[in-house]
């Protein structure tokens, strides 16, 4: 076991109908990696996955969307799936979780139809990403630039496309989260003084 994030607290945030492998194997390594890691959900007890073409496993809720802070976390991993995203994007408390992370320069993860919830909380303008294709004008439409490439790491901010993209997603993510709070980016507003 290698303890390159040993005393990270890392937050997963999931509702139902997240894509399991896309929780279950980075979880898997950011524990091997030495964190601990919270299933934060705003469902009570258990959260349920999904596999691929059906409803997969039950997962216990560490931490209730609704209790849990930012603050109390070093970092942020966002599972994919269809369902979920789309139900955390119209959820105001999980837009205000991720959006906190986003604000503190704070490194999240996102894979797969994540990145709607990123949309969201404002985190992808003007950042580099990668998502699963068929949010690529999502994103571009929010002011990102889309790279169809297995990962993309924008300044603490790491993306993947898929599940066949997770080895490369995990590698990205710890040393991300290793590395820690990244310094936010002005917006070239923000840098000339404007204030439209």
């Known amino acids: 076991m290698s303890n390159e994030l040993r005393n990270k607290r890392v937050a997963v945030l999931v509702d139902n109908g997240f894509e399991q492998t896309e929780l279950v194997e980075p979880k898997k390594a950011l ?3 030495g964190a601990k890691v919270d299933i934060v959900s705003p469902q009570d007890a258990k959260v349920k996955g999904w596999q691929y073409l059906k409803w997969g496993d ?18 942020l991993l966002l599972p994919g799936g269809v369902m979920n995203p789309d139900k955390l994007r119209i959820n105001p408390t999980a837009v205000r979780f991720v959006k906190a992370f986003v604000d503190a320069g704070k490194p999240i993860a996102a894979i797969c139809h994540a990145p709607w919830t990123l949309i969201e909380a404002g985190a992808v303008k003007g950042r580099r990403v990668t998502s699963w294709p068929s949010l690529a004008t999502d994103l571009r ?10 990962v993309v790491v924008d300044n603490g901010l790491v993306t993947s496309r898929k ?18 709070v990244h310094a936010r980016r002005k917006s070239a507003t923000e840098m000339s003084g404007s204030t439209r």
């Open 31 to 33: 524990e091997a990696a």
């Open 58 to 75: 039950e997962f216990p809720v560490n931490r209730r969307l609704e209790e849990a802070t930012a603050d109390e976390y070093d970092a």
């Open 141 to 150: 439409n929010a002011g990102a630039q889309w790279l169809d490439q297995e």
């Open 163 to 180: 599940p066949d993209d997770i080895p490369a997603f995990n590698r990205k993510m710890i040393e991300e989260f290793a590395e820690g």
